[in-house]
Antibody
């Protein structure tokens, strides 16, 4: 059974950093694209970033480009999202997903002064 | 960016009846290499992550009841839910994964009359 468990969310001030992680199990992690998708409170789904199975290709939404960095450790079956220079508008539940067919429960990031 | 526009924003349907949700992409999401539309549908219930229902515009994901079906006509896509059940109350999203940034529709809220 595929399991994705996000961690690392919390309350931070604007301009601060946070690192999310997503522990994966139940599938061959290195074989799949992995994505981060976020959802602001009461709003819709927004794709944030993706990374190829070997980690060599990654893409970002314009809204986070230059501030967020996606990475993965295939030896640890873990996906990461390093979020720097956080803004109030980054407040959301962040989901990791295995190529959109399996999703974690999400972790809440709140950016507020 | 490919813009995905869903209609209606909300929908109220009687138990046992049919619900139809539409999604229009601002440009083609059809790949010439495999003749597939890179279009998916998701169901999201309150407090839960999204669940993949349909991919390649009309292929049901594993375990999805055959009451759910997807169809396509050019850049217009439709999710049909037959024999509506109370468990179908949710927000439904379409998504294109043809090109980055991957984009979602704004969501359609489905309620029972």
């Amino acid at each position: 059974e595929v399991q994705l468990v996000e961690a690392g969310g919390g309350l931070v001030q604007p301009g601060e950093s946070l690192r999310l992680s997503c522990a994966a199990s139940g599938f061959t992690f290195s074989s799949y694209w992995m994505h981060w998708v976020r959802q602001a409170p009461g709003k819709g789904l927004v794709w944030v970033s993706r990374i190829r199975g070997d980690g060599r290709i990654s893409n970002y939404a314009d809204s986070v480009k230059g501030r967020f960095t996606i990475s993965r450790d295939n030896a640890k079956n873990t996906l990461y999202l390093q979020m720097d220079s956080l803004r109030v508008e980054d407040t959301a539940v962040y989901y990791c997903t295995k190529d959109f067919d399996s999703w974690g429960q999400g972790t809440l990031v709140t950016v507020s002064s | 960016d490919i813009v995905m526009t869903q209609s209606p924003d909300s929908l109220t349907v009687s138990l046992g009846e049919r619900a139809t949700i539409n999604c229009k992409s601002s440009q083609s999401v059809l790949s010439s290499s495999n003749n597939k539309n890179y279009l998916a549908w998701y169901q999201q219930k309150p407090g839960q992550p999204p669940k993949l229902l349909i991919y390649w515009a009309s292929a049901r994901d594993s375990g999805v009841p055959d009451r759910f079906s997807g169809s396509e006509s050019g850049t217009d896509f439709t999710l049909t839910i037959n024999s509506l059940q109370t468990a179908d109350v949710a927000v439904y999203y379409c998504q294109q994964y043809y090109s980055t940034p991957i984009t979602f529709g704004q969501g359609t809220r489905l309620e029972i009359k």
